[in-house]
């Protein structure tokens, strides 16, 4: 497609409820990354993806969360046993290679209630 | 710790004056810096970028001022409009770690 992509816009989900966030980044961009951005703040790094080579995870704040990412293709952020502090918007980003420009999707504004 | 932030939360200016957002940094070692711009419910937008090799750089109605002596970074829009209205942040490139932002500053163009 013509920029990142995520799927769903919109995500409410209980307290306990594990929840599944996809990315799909621009075509030919070998580096994928995830964010998170509370209500009024800044964006937080979660964890990024380069190629084939293993994920940074450094940047995920429990083990509750978890990414996968396809080849060069789609990405999919879990979070397993939500908890209402996970509320905020997850952007998703890609870039042609690793510390090249970042392109940003959308993001998934997610409420857990 | 190392951080990236920025002076004011909000800027309020009138339709075709000058915007000054300003941005401090702590980490010396830093290379590269962005400055994005986020419109409500809509991912950051790319603005400008500017290497550590470089004390300015302009883009169009845009220019980005670097002082490392200080460590601080400027955003500088000019003859300002509405649809610049929106939250700027300054971005470190962390390489391995994405991009450090700060909180980002809110510009309001009054017409």
């Known amino acids: 497609g013509a920029g990142v992509s995520q799927s769903p816009s919109n995500k409410v989900t209980e307290k306990g409820k594990d929840v599944e966030l996809r990315c799909d980044p621009i075509?030919?961009?070998?580096?994928l990354y995830w964010y998170r951005q509370r209500l009024g703040q800044g964006l937080e790094f979660l964890i990024y993806f380069q190629g084939n080579s293993a994920p940074d995870k450094s940047g995920l704040p429990s083990d509750r969360f978890s990414a996968e990412r396809t080849g060069e293709s789609v990405s999919t952020l879990t979070i397993q046993r939500t908890q209402q502090e996970d509320s905020a918007v997850y952007l998703c980003a890609s870039s042609l290679v690793l510390g090249s420009e970042q392109y940003f999707g959308p993001g998934t504004r997610l409420t857990v209630t | 710790g190392e951080s990236v932030g920025l002076h004011l939360p909000t800027l309020s200016v009138q339709e075709g004056d000058n915007s000054i957002i300003n941005c401090a940094y702590s980490n010396s070692a830093s290379d590269y810096f962005i400055w994005y711009k986020q419109e409500s419910g809509k991912g950051p937008q790319f603005i400008i970028d500017i290497r550590s090799n470089m004390d300015k750089r302009q883009g169009q109605r845009v220019t980005v001022l670097l002082n490392k002596t200080v460590k601080h970074l400027s955003l500088q829009i000019a003859a300002t409009q509405p649809g610049d209205s929106a939250v700027y942040f300054c971005?470190?490139?962390?390489?391995?770690?994405?991009?450090?932002f700060g909180a980002g500053t809110r510009l309001t163009v009054k017409p």
């Open positions: 971005a470190e490139n962390m390489v391995r770690e994405g991009m450090r």
């Open positions: 075509s030919g961009h070998t580096a």
